[in-house]
């Protein structure tokens, strides 16, 4: 049986009482495999600038979910006043079958060039020429051994503060090259390649950052690792983050 943190439902109920108390409405984005995804969007947060945060758009990464309910859970009396768009779970089909792709095998990471997705073309609907501030986007790796991420960004670098804060929880991860890419105790900052995004897709945090968002953080932990753990290591990040752009 799946553990709770895969039950869409549970977390859909969990992130409307967020809301509740939180003084504003969770809004429909729109319905993928007979389910209904959600976002937030504070009054604080104005028609440019402010703070993007998404996770569970790869379902087999659940402490990502987790982590952005219980950083929003712990701050639901200030989260009205923090500008803030939150996409709590971007594939819930995904997250319920313990699978990285939809149930069409597509991976959703993939899709943000164009508006062929129904689930991503929702997403660049509501987000629209908003250029944010920040972006996280939160994510595990199945091989990783430590927490790491990606950054991109156009002005003063964050990730080692991100990944510092994070650390409390696991430590930085250690190997020098993931993925193929160079990493500098858990921070690549790799170059902007178009021609490798023309072949794979774009992934959400490169939307973004093609956008015009300040800085684009895709922010990972090792999913083999205990779930609190990487809880409390997506909650930090998310934490110094805020703590940073606001």
Same mark, same amino acid.
Not at 16 to 28: C, L, N
Not at 83 to 112: A, S, Y
Not at 147 to 158: A, D, I, P, T
Not at 170 to 199: D, M, Q
């Given at each position: ?78 989260? *009205? +006043? &923090?500008? @803030? ?9 995904? $997250?319920?079958?313990? %699978? !990285? ?32 501030? *920040? +972006? &996280?986007? @939160? ?9 790491? $991420?990606?950054?991109? %960004? !156009? ?92």
């Amino acid at each position: 049986m799946a553990h709770r943190c895969h039950d869409y439902r549970h977390l859909s109920a969990r992130w409307r009482a967020v809301a509740r108390e939180s003084g504003f409405a969770s809004r429909t984005l729109c319905e993928a495999s007979g389910m209904k995804l959600s976002y937030l969007r504070s009054p604080a947060l104005a028609d440019d600038g402010g703070i993007y945060l998404s996770a569970g758009i790869h379902g087999d990464e659940p402490g990502a979910t987790e982590g952005l309910l219980s950083w929003a859970t712990m701050n639901r009396h200030r989260l *009205a +006043a &923090l500008p @803030l768009l939150i996409f709590p779970c971007l594939n819930p089909w995904g $997250l319920t079958q313990n %699978r !990285r792709t939809d149930e069409h095998g597509i991976d959703l990471n993939r899709c943000f060039h164009n508006d062929r997705h129904p689930t991503v073309a929702a997403v660049r609907r509501i987000v629209g020429n908003q250029r944010f501030d *920040a +972006a &996280l986007m @939160l994510h595990e790796d199945y091989d990783g051994e430590g927490v790491y $991420l990606y950054e991109h %960004r !156009r002005s003063e670098q964050w990730g080692d503060r991100i990944l510092d804060a994070a650390a409390t929880a696991i430590p930085r991860e250690t190997r020098r090259r993931i993925e193929g890419r160079r990493a500098n105790s858990g921070l690549l900052t790799p170059r902007f390649s178009p021609s490798v995004f023309e072949k794979i897709g774009h992934p959400e945090a490169i939307w973004l950052h093609l956008n015009g968002c300040t800085r684009s953080i895709t922010f990972e932990t090792p999913s083999e690792f205990a779930l609190e753990k990487r809880i409390a290591a997506h909650r930090a990040a998310i934490e110094t983050l805020v703590g940073l752009a606001c």
